[in-house]
C-alpha cells in the first residue's frame, strides 16, 4: 500500500530510463489498484515492463464489495498477479484453500499468477519450515493441470527473515527453494518442476541480488521495500543478470 498515481508514475518512468538496454530478465511492477490504469499507459510501448496487481478476487463478477476481478485487470493490460502475500496470509487470514481458488481464477483468464509460500520466525525456530512449506504449496496449488502449473510462479517469502533484523543465508534460500521445487515435483513431474520459476521473496536488495539469484533453484526475486526507488530496484535486476 504504497504510492499515489503520480509517485507510481515518478516511479515507472525512473525504471524506464534506467532500465532501458536490458532485455535479459522478465521485469514486472505492481502497483496499487489506483494506479494500474495511469501506469499501464506509461509502459504502453515498453518492451521489458509487464504490468502486474497484488490481489484477486476467486470470483468472477458480482455481490463482493471491495473486491477486484481477473477480467477487470485484464482491461488495463496485466498480465501477473501476487497471490496469498504474506502480509495477505497474516493480515486478511488468506487460507491455503482460497489462494487455489484464486490461482485457477487467474489461470481462467489468462492471468499469471504469482503464488507466495513461507514460514514465519516462529515456525522456522521450531523446525517446522519443510513441514509448513509442504503445507502451503501443495494447498495453494491445489486443483491446477500441469499446463498450468508451468505457467505459475511461486514466491519463496521467509516471513522470518522480512523486517526482523534477521537475514537468511544464500545456502537458506537455496535449501528452501530446491524443497519447494521437489514438493512440485511430487505433485505434477520433474518436467513441470524444472520449469516453474521460484523466486526469493525475503529482503532483496542490490547488495544480495547477484549471490542469491547464482544458486540453482532461485530464478528471480520478488522485491518488497528495496522496489519503491527508481534506482534501487533498477540495481537489483541489473545485479540479476
Given at each position: 500500500m504504497n504510492k499515489t498515481v503520480a509517485e507510481a508514475l515518478d516511479l515507472v518512468r525512473g525504471l524506464k530510463i534506467e532500465l532501458a538496454s536490458v532485455k535479459e530478465v522478465d521485469i514486472v511492477v505492481c502497483p496499487p489498484f489506483t494506479a494500474l490504469s495511469e501506469v499501464s499507459k506509461a509502459i504502453l510501448e515498453t518492451k521489458n515492463i509487464r504490468l502486474g496487481a497484488q490481489n484477486m478476487?476467486?470470483?468472477?463478477?458480482?455481490?463482493y464489495t471491495g473486491e477486484i476481478a481477473a477480467g477487470m485487470l485484464k482491461e488495463f493490460s496485466v498480465r501477473y498477479v501476487i497471490l496469498g502475500h504474506s502480509e495477505r496470509r497474516q493480515y486478511q487470514k488468506e487460507?491455503?484453500?482460497l489462494i487455489a481458488k484464486k490461482a485457477a481464477a487467474a489461470h481462467g483468464a489468462s492471468l499469471k499468477p504469482i503464488v507466495c509460500v513461507g514460514e514465519t520466525l516462529a515456525e522456522r525456530e521450531a523446525n517446522q519450515m519443510e513441514q509448513v512449506l509442504?503445507?502451503?504449496?501443495r494447498g495453494s496449488?491445489?486443483?491446477?493441470?500441469?499446463?498450468?502449473?508451468?505457467?505459475?510462479?511461486?514466491?519463496?517469502?521467509?516471513?522470518?527473515?522480512?523486517?526482523?533484523?534477521?537475514?537468511?543465508?544464500t545456502q537458506q534460500a537455496q535449501d528452501a527453494h530446491a524443497f519447494i521445487r521437489g514438493v512440485i515435483a511430487k505433485m505434477f513431474d520433474d518436467n513441470v518442476a524444472k520449469k516453474v520459476r521460484i523466486q526469493y521473496g525475503g529482503s532483496v536488495k542490490p547488495?544480495?541480488?547477484?549471490?542469491l539469484m547464482s544458486q540453482p533453484d532461485v530464478d528471480g526475486a520478488l522485491v518488497g521495500g528495496a522496489s519503491l526507488e527508481a534506482r534501487s530496484f533498477a540495481d537489483i535486476i541489473k545485479n540479476s543478470i
Open positions: 478476487s476467486e470470483h468472477n463478477m458480482g455481490a487460507s491455503d484453500a509442504d503445507t502451503q504449496v496449488l491445489a486443483g491446477l493441470t500441469k499446463e498450468q502449473m508451468a505457467e505459475t510462479i511461486v514466491a519463496y517469502e521467509p516471513v522470518w527473515a522480512i523486517g526482523t533484523g534477521k537475514t537468511a543465508t547488495s544480495n541480488a547477484r549471490e
